[in-house]
């Protein structure tokens, strides 16, 4: 049992820094402009050879919902975390961990919702890109997407023993 306790608590910390760097980075639709050069775009800049503002002028909105989910499952994934620690020095034997399965799918909704809102609406703007792809930073939020439902749903399944 202390095991799986201690590989899930592993998972679930390579979770949250997962999200971290999918945000953060800008690797999340990649390409080359016109001239050859390699050109990014993240949630945040658009990396040519400098990095400004990532600006998509028509859809903004979609934009700013798929920074606000993506922030909010970080959030949401960092209090699991923290709600785990605690239920686990505080439950009685045999208890499970329903509140930090709940918190741990809704992270897993905000998820869904911020990378699927991307993937519907901002990758149809790269048409500053010859060959776009999708970057690792994409990758990995769809890992962390798959990654937080299974721990969201073994928190609840868990019992502590």
Known sequence: M???????????????????VSTISNVWMVGSNFSG???????????????KQLSVSSDEASLKAV??????????SVIALIMFIVQLFTL?????????????????????IGVSIYTARITSYTRD?????????FILAWICFC???????????????
Request: hydrophobic share 55%; glycine share 6%.
């Open 147 to 161: 990654f937080s439902f299974i721990i969201g749903i073994l928190y609840l399944v868990l019992r502590k023993k």
């Open 37 to 51: 050069s390699p050109i990014s775009s993240g949630l945040w800049l658009l990396c040519n050879e400098t990095c």
């Open 92 to 112: 009685e034997k045999g208890k499970r961990f329903y509140i930090t399965g709940a918190i741990m799918l809704v992270c897993w909704l905000c998820i869904l």
């Open 67 to 76: 920074q606000a989910f993506m922030i909010l499952s970080i959030i949401f």
């Open 2 to 20: 202390l095991v799986l306790l201690a590989g899930i608590f592993v998972v679930h910390i390579a979770t949250v820094i997962m999200l971290f």
């Open 129 to 137: 890109f010859i060959r776009p792809h999708h970057g690792y930073c």
